[in-house]
């Protein structure tokens, strides 16, 4: 049974945001399971699913299936994300204007929910950054972006404050906080046990700190979207009254339907609008957001006009991925795909923040060659026609890294093999024998 805590009831009841019994009789069922698909790799059907109302390709599950033992979502064709935080694409398709090309942080990445979604619904020619600054946590957020396959999808490593040189660069700042979690204690009952008054205030300085340093990369009429997964005013109005006071941000009122059992606040010093959710009221877990428009009018635009253009032919790379509006950098022996118009970016951002992935890694060129990655196995952009579906028995057993036999019909060389028409990786099969190149870091482990 999930007792909240004494503290955190008190002060719900104290600002009657929601009915405490109603919200502590939700805590006693199951959280629910939703996913979310990747449209450009595939449709998905899923048992008795129901639609997630205020997110596009996104389910409800009526269990929840070993995701682990499923090539699909090893193939990235979707992406298990908890509902409430899905609001998100609602969100930013009110504040944003999509027909643009524009360039977003995500500056609390991990593990690569948020990132997942806006890299469905921005344009192929704007640019993701999604950051991470917990160094163990960056590995499976490049991991799950990698699986998602865009390459104007890029990870880096930083704390918040390295952003303060790119002056003015994003059009869409995301800040999902870290925070006590109160949100999420139905989820994961862990958070009970660290949640106290104390640390929701440490928590609160923390959210300013984070405001603070990447305010200033916000371009002059961008957008802020603040993010919780908290229920502590400290944490959400308290901090939109922060960010209109310090940031000469307006608040953006969204148009939500009121039978999605959103909850709208408003914040007290400054009216802000935000948006609470309730287990006890929708189907999902603890969540809150707040979108804001920068209004400095100071807008000193960093210069881009560093990359030398390189001369090399790249054009031979055609038969493996889709070089449309795509250009080709070489970074010693590796090969990367990007899209045209970030190269300049794509220095600059070298040289001031800390890099982990950018565009799509191809793989090694020797000659007009290529030894692909797996990166280029699972990316929307691969155009590689060599491949073999094979069944889910086998598809398992590549995962796992355990050999069996091909069939003597499937192709010879390098060979994308598929489940359900999704790339799942490489094999290069000679003949009489096969390797499997799936990354031995990737591979399933429990049986």
């Given at each position: 049974m999930i007792n909240l805590p004494a503290a955190l009831i008190q002060e719900l009841q104290n600002n009657n945001i929601v009915d405490v019994e109603q919200l502590q009789k939700a805590h006693l069922e199951d959280a629910i399971t939703s996913?979310?698909?990747?449209?450009?790799?595939?449709?998905?059907?899923?048992?008795?699913?129901?639609?997630?109302?205020?997110?596009?390709?996104?389910?409800?599950?009526?269990?929840?299936?070993?995701?682990?033992?499923?090539?699909?979502?090893?193939?990235?064709?979707?992406?298990?994300?908890?509902?409430?935080?899905?609001?998100?694409?609602?969100?930013?398709?009110?504040?944003?204007?999509?027909?643009?090309?524009?360039?977003?942080?995500?500056?609390?990445?991990?593990?690569?929910?948020?990132?997942?979604?806006?890299?469905?619904?921005?344009?192929?020619?704007?640019?993701?950054?999604?950051?991470?600054?917990?160094?163990?946590?960056?590995?499976?957020?490049?991991?799950?972006?990698?699986?998602?396959?865009?390459?104007?999808?890029?990870?880096?490593?930083?704390?918040?404050?390295?952003?303060?040189k790119l002056e003015n660069y994003f059009d869409v700042i995301l800040v999902d906080a870290p925070c006590s979690g109160s949100g999420l204690f139905r989820k994961d009952e862990n958070y009970i046990a660290e949640w106290t008054a104390a640390n929701v205030h440490l928590c609160a300085q923390r959210q300013q700190r984070i405001l603070h340093d990447v305010m200033p990369a916000l371009k002059p009429n961008g957008i802020l979207i603040y993010m919780t997964c908290s229920?502590?005013?400290?944490?959400?109005?308290?901090i939109c009254d922060e960010i209109v006071e310090q940031f000469s941000a307006e608040s953006i009122t969204l148009e939500v339907p009121t039978d999605w059992g959103i909850l709208k606040t408003i914040s007290k010093k400054k009216q802000a609008s935000a948006y609470r959710f309730f287990p006890n009221l929708l189907q999902g877990e603890g969540f809150f957001l707040a979108c804001f428009r920068k209004m400095d009018d100071v807008d000193n635009a960093p210069d881009l006009k560093y990359f030398k253009k390189e001369k090399t032919d790249f054009n031979w790379l055609g038969k493996y991925v889709n070089l449309n509006n795509k250009t080709v950098i070489q970074e010693k022996e590796l090969l990367f795909a990007m899209p045209n118009?970030?190269?300049?970016?794509?220095?600059?951002?070298?040289?001031?923040?800390?890099?982990?992935?950018?565009?799509?890694?191809?793989?090694?060129?020797?000659?007009?060659?290529?030894?692909?990655?797996?990166?280029?196995?699972?990316?929307?952009?691969?155009?590689?026609?060599?491949?073999?579906?094979?069944?889910?028995?086998?598809?398992?057993?590549?995962?796992?890294?355990?050999?069996?036999?091909?069939?003597?019909?499937?192709?010879?060389?390098?060979?994308?093999?598929?489940?359900?028409?999704?790339?799942?990786?490489?094999?290069?099969?000679?003949?009489?024998?096969?390797?499997?190149?799936?990354?031995?870091?990737?591979?399933?482990?429990?049986?």
């Amino acid at each position: 049974m999930i007792n909240l805590p004494a503290a955190l009831i008190q002060e719900l009841q104290n600002n009657n945001i929601v009915d405490v019994e109603q919200l502590q009789k939700a805590h006693l069922e199951d959280a629910i399971t939703s996913v979310r698909i990747n449209s450009k790799k595939c449709t998905l059907q899923f048992s008795n699913q129901a639609k997630v109302p205020w997110a596009d390709h996104a389910f409800y599950l009526a269990d929840r299936p070993f995701f682990a033992h499923d090539p699909l979502w090893h193939a990235g064709a979707y992406y298990v994300q908890e509902a409430s935080s899905m609001f998100l694409e609602y969100a930013f398709k009110q504040c944003v204007n999509l027909s643009e090309d524009i360039k977003v942080l995500d500056l609390c990445a991990a593990p690569g929910g948020k990132s997942t979604l806006v890299a469905d619904i921005i344009s192929e020619n704007s640019l993701l950054i999604s950051n991470e600054v917990i160094g163990t946590r960056v590995a499976p957020l490049a991991e799950n972006m990698m699986k998602w396959g865009r390459c104007n999808t890029w990870v880096s490593n930083n704390d918040p404050k390295q952003f303060t040189k790119l002056e003015n660069y994003f059009d869409v700042i995301l800040v999902d906080a870290p925070c006590s979690g109160s949100g999420l204690f139905r989820k994961d009952e862990n958070y009970i046990a660290e949640w106290t008054a104390a640390n929701v205030h440490l928590c609160a300085q923390r959210q300013q700190r984070i405001l603070h340093d990447v305010m200033p990369a916000l371009k002059p009429n961008g957008i802020l979207i603040y993010m919780t997964c908290s229920f502590s005013t400290a944490e959400n109005e308290d901090i939109c009254d922060e960010i209109v006071e310090q940031f000469s941000a307006e608040s953006i009122t969204l148009e939500v339907p009121t039978d999605w059992g959103i909850l709208k606040t408003i914040s007290k010093k400054k009216q802000a609008s935000a948006y609470r959710f309730f287990p006890n009221l929708l189907q999902g877990e603890g969540f809150f957001l707040a979108c804001f428009r920068k209004m400095d009018d100071v807008d000193n635009a960093p210069d881009l006009k560093y990359f030398k253009k390189e001369k090399t032919d790249f054009n031979w790379l055609g038969k493996y991925v889709n070089l449309n509006n795509k250009t080709v950098i070489q970074e010693k022996e590796l090969l990367f795909a990007m899209p045209n118009n970030y190269l300049d970016d794509y220095l600059y951002l070298s040289k001031n923040i800390k890099l982990i992935r950018k565009g799509t890694l191809l793989g090694k060129a020797i000659k007009q060659e290529l030894i692909p990655e797996h990166d280029l196995a699972v990316s929307v952009h691969c155009a590689y026609q060599n491949t073999y579906e094979v069944t889910l028995t086998q598809a398992l057993n590549y995962l796992k890294k355990i050999d069996f036999t091909l069939p003597e019909d499937c192709p010879k060389g390098w060979v994308i093999l598929q489940y359900n028409y999704c790339n799942i990786g490489w094999i290069k099969n000679m003949g009489n024998r096969w390797n499997n190149y799936f990354p031995m870091h990737l591979r399933i482990r429990k049986m």
